[in-house]
């Protein structure tokens, strides 16, 4: 029982920090070409990237927080350009 | 053998000649009077330098080899709201040999171009070779389309027809239909020209 309440609490934490990242990437119309977003976030230690190539929008979901600026670096060395990023 | 061996060397096939930073291509072009390998790694999103081994058999049918260190520059981008298109500049400076001489000094430039969306890929490219013996173009253009639209993480599929001409290893341009394919970082493409020599590339970008 008290395992049970323990990962609860932990699993709770988590969802109570974690925050979910959207941003739209101009040009982004290369699957192969925009793996170097995902490596680049990984390098962050952030592995649930989704790319969306219809929509041109990347999201993650971590507890890691990422500035907007740090993003944004991180789309410039990708090669493209962000446009709006939300945070939930 | 040679054929297998030069199959899998790193090789640098036509495709964007800087990437994302820190990024590594790996890469091969493979045709029976051309081999093109190389590596190549972006230090910036802007700036790549590699190395390629280039091998052409000549009209006369005498193989010419070619060791280029390289430098390669993202001139000009526009990342569009459903497009990418680019200006790269090419440079390399190396050594070659064929007949009796082993070190003939080689230098090459040139410039490419490219637009693409998720379904029309067009793109141009002029390579410039000059050693003691050669001061001649390199052209080759691309266009292509892929029928079906896949999610990022799935198998990209294309159809491209590429055209090609060098007056050092033939008198006439050569028109290659093939398939491209990617998978996450990993391109393949298979094609076959409409004399029947068949194209061989791979690329894996690190």
């Known amino acids: 029982m008290k395992t049970i309440v323990l990962m609860l609490s932990l699993w709770l934490s988590f969802s109570a920090f974690a925050e979910t990242v959207s941003f739209g990437v101009k040009g982004m119309v290369c699957s192969m070409c925009a793996q170097g977003i995902k490596k680049k976030f990984s390098a962050l230690e952030i592995t649930n990237v989704n790319v969306d190539l219809d929509k041109k929008l990347v999201t993650y979901t971590s507890d890691k927080i990422v500035s907007d600026d740090k993003i944004k670096e991180i789309i410039k060395d990708a090669g493209y350009v962000v446009t709006d990023i939300t945070r939930k | ?206």
Do not use: C
């Open chain 2, 1 to 206: 053998m040679k054929w297998l061996v030069l199959l899998f060397l790193p090789l640098v096939a036509w495709a964007h000649p800087v990437i994302y930073k820190d990024g590594w291509v790996i890469s091969s072009m493979t045709m029976p009077d051309m081999t093109d390998a190389g590596a190549s790694y972006s230090f910036s999103p802007k700036w790549a330098a590699g190395v390629n081994y280039w091998r052409l058999q000549d009209k006369a049918g005498d193989e010419q080899e070619y060791q280029l260190a390289k430098l390669n520059h993202l001139l000009w981008r526009h990342n569009g709201e459903a497009s990418q298109a680019n200006v790269y500049l090419h440079s390399g400076v190396g050594r070659s040999e064929w007949g009796d001489i082993k070190d003939r000094l080689a230098v090459m430039g040139g410039a490419e171009s490219d637009w693409e969306t998720r379904r029309h890929f067009i793109s141009a490219k002029y390579l410039h070779l000059r050693t003691s013996d050669y001061d001649t173009g390199i052209y080759v253009g691309r266009v292509g389309i892929s029928p079906i639209l896949a999610d990022f993480q799935d198998l990209q599929a294309w159809a491209m027809v590429q055209a090609w001409y060098d007056p050092i290893t033939s008198r006439e341009a050569k028109i290659t239909p093939l398939l491209r394919f990617f998978y996450h970082n990993v391109l393949w493409e298979m094609g076959s020209s409409l004399k029947g020599d068949m194209m061989l590339n791979l690329m894996v970008h690190l």
